[in-house]
């Protein structure tokens, strides 16, 4: 159905929905996710499905609808669409009231359907606001006594304290599988292990105590009786106030989590909700499953304790201990000590001097283009496109910025800016240097340069039955490069946008910079736009002070060439 406009069962909010058309971006060479090469101009679909709201006849432009999305992106701490703490609090308690007031009337009653149907909507309430997954998945949640029986639903399993076993959705796999690697990566996992912090569990023992099951599905009723039974309750919780939808229960734990980290990505992920600005993030990020977790636990205890504080009681939180192998969304994420390894493998053969033998000069000088080039890559985020380097008067001389436009862009209108720590900028002024001087010591051997600056952002070395020649630095023969370097786990070209965007942030680099650094934003959410308070110097200190100190970590330096006279 697209994405939602607002709440669609909020008579007072914009109903419908919206679809975003994008263009095809399949290509082997750029590795790009889909959705992440947007064109300039932006088509979007409404389907508000005939429906007839008078009031909002005039709110209906495409101006307003434009105007509407944009500032939905904004993610302000607090909007319409989430529960207040009194409203928490009342859904919380008072779900619970509601719960074992049915429980209670079951003894005076022969039809025990109808307080089934109640007890089972109240229980998806309480489920669905506290986990923020969608109903139809809530639907097939099923018991269990431990993480060994496995189904493709949600699972409750049983123990103390409790905890729900839920599936974190992955991105498809794009670019030629070919390049991938199998080996160095992080170990994937599926499904995350979540403490049940609000009590949801003691709903599910009672119900199923209530009515013994016949298998391990908690939920029996039909899902359109289910969800109109849902409606109902909400609306005597409520007190009749229409801003008490299941829509919002849907969503409320997203937002919390987008308040609380500002990353929109990891919050899709615990939640499932599905977001526009969400879809290009996950695609590289693969958050180690406790880490997840714990931004899970983190937000919602703080929640709670302040829910229980409105109704005068105390929440005690929960210990949980069990820990998780693996990471959730993303696959084939770089280990810190595959690129220590990798870094290695290049600079055992850098250090290796030539002897003046012509094939030795050919194999430092590629792995030397290989060196800087996965600096460039590593430090500036920068995708797998043909001819990645930049001068270094190409960014501005205090700051360290310049302007990337890496997406293959023409009119350059999805550029980013980049820093080039003082590192980078030595490594790149030395490669240039050793380019010219390494042609000139090849004078005889490689063609004459034609004056166009073909070759000045650097080349590969190739020797062929006609001669040497010169290659333009390609993704195709980075990667063959990389098999070459003995010693060296081959990788995606730009494996390391994924590596730095799930790296940086479990270290606890700010989501906002670390977006802006990867070039992930919607219209609405640019850097530098209307809405933004983004500060260039700001933002080039904050993201020198995550990659410097993991460059050194990794064991990059900036080499000198021999064939440079200092």
């Not at 829509?247 to 599905?274: E, R």
């Not at 703080?302 to 229980?308: A, G």
């Amino acid at each position: 159905m697209g994405f939602a406009l607002a709440d669609p069962d909020d008579p007072d909010q914009l109903p419908g929905y919206y679809s975003i058309l994008w263009e095809p971006t399949g290509s082997v060479d750029g590795e790009l996710a889909p959705e992440e090469l947007s064109s300039e101009t932006e088509i979007w679909l409404l389907d508000d499905d005939g429906c007839e709201r008078p009031y909002v006849a005039d709110l209906l432009s495409q101006q307003a609808i434009e105007a509407h999305i944009v500032r939905s992106r904004q993610y302000v701490p607090f909007s319409y669409n989430q529960f207040t703490l009194s409203e928490l609090r009342d859904l919380l308690f008072g779900a619970s009231d509601l719960f074992y007031a049915c429980r209670q009337e079951l003894g005076h009653t022969q039809d025990t359907s109808g307080l089934r149907r109640r007890m089972e909507a109240i229980l998806m309430i309480h489920v669905c606001l506290w986990l923020g997954q969608p109903a139809a998945q809530i639907l097939e949640m099923t018991v269990a006594d431990s993480t060994a029986e496995d189904s493709d639903g949600l699972i409750l399993i049983s123990g103390a304290p409790a905890q729900f076993s839920m599936i974190v959705r992955r991105p498809e796999l794009v670019g030629d599988d070919r390049w991938q690697a199998t080996a160095g990566i992080r170990r994937a996992a599926l499904r995350i292990l979540l403490p049940d912090l609000a009590g949801s569990s003691a709903m599910v023992d009672a119900l199923r105590e209530a009515f013994p099951p016949s298998s391990s599905l908690v939920f029996t009723c039909q899902a359109n009786e289910l969800e109109g039974e849902v409606k109902a309750v909400l609306h005597q919780l409520g007190g009749g106030d229409r801003r008490f939808t299941l829509n919002k229960l849907q969503s409320y734990l997203f937002h919390q989590l987008v308040s609380d980290t500002h990353d929109v990505a990891a919050a899709s992920m615990l939640s499932g909700v599905t977001m526009p600005s969400a879809q290009t993030p996950r695609y590289y990020l693969q958050l180690d499953a406790d880490y997840l977790r714990q931004i899970y636990v983190d937000s919602l205890e703080r929640v709670l304790q302040q829910v229980y504080a409105c109704a005068g009681l105390a929440y005690e939180p929960i210990e949980f201990k069990q820990t998780q192998q693996g990471g959730l969304g993303a696959t084939h994420c770089l280990l810190p000590e595959t690129i220590e390894g990798n870094v290695s493998a290049m600079a055992e053969v850098l250090r290796k001097k030539p002897m003046g033998r012509l094939s030795e000069m050919l194999v430092w000088h590629n792995c030397y283009t290989l060196w800087t080039v996965q600096m460039f890559m590593l430090v500036t985020g920068c995708r797998a496109i043909r001819n990645p380097l930049l001068f270094i008067d190409e960014f501005d001389a205090d700051l360290g910025m310049g302007a990337l436009s890496d997406k293959d862009s023409g009119d350059r209108h999805m550029s980013r800016l980049i820093c080039m720590p003082p590192m980078l900028r030595r490594q790149i002024a030395h490669y240039f240097l050793h380019c010219a001087a390494i042609s000139q010591e090849l004078t005889g051997y490689l063609p004459q340069d034609d004056g166009g600056g073909r070759w000045s952002r650097g080349f590969f070395l190739r020797i062929t039955p006609t001669g040497w020649r010169r290659d333009e630095i390609t993704p195709s023969r980075i990667y063959r490069q990389m098999k070459l370097v003995p010693g060296y786990t081959t990788h995606r070209i730009n494996g390391y946008r994924k590596f730095l965007r799930t790296e940086l942030t479990e270290r606890g680099c700010p989501a906002e910079p670390l977006a802006a650094f990867m070039g992930h934003w919607l219209r609405g959410e640019e850097p530098l736009d209307a809405y933004s308070s983004f500060c260039p110097a700001t933002y080039a200190r904050t993201i020198d002070e995550w990659i410097t100190p993991l460059l050194k970590e990794l064991g990059w330096s900036a080499l000198a060439s021999s064939w440079v006279t200092e």
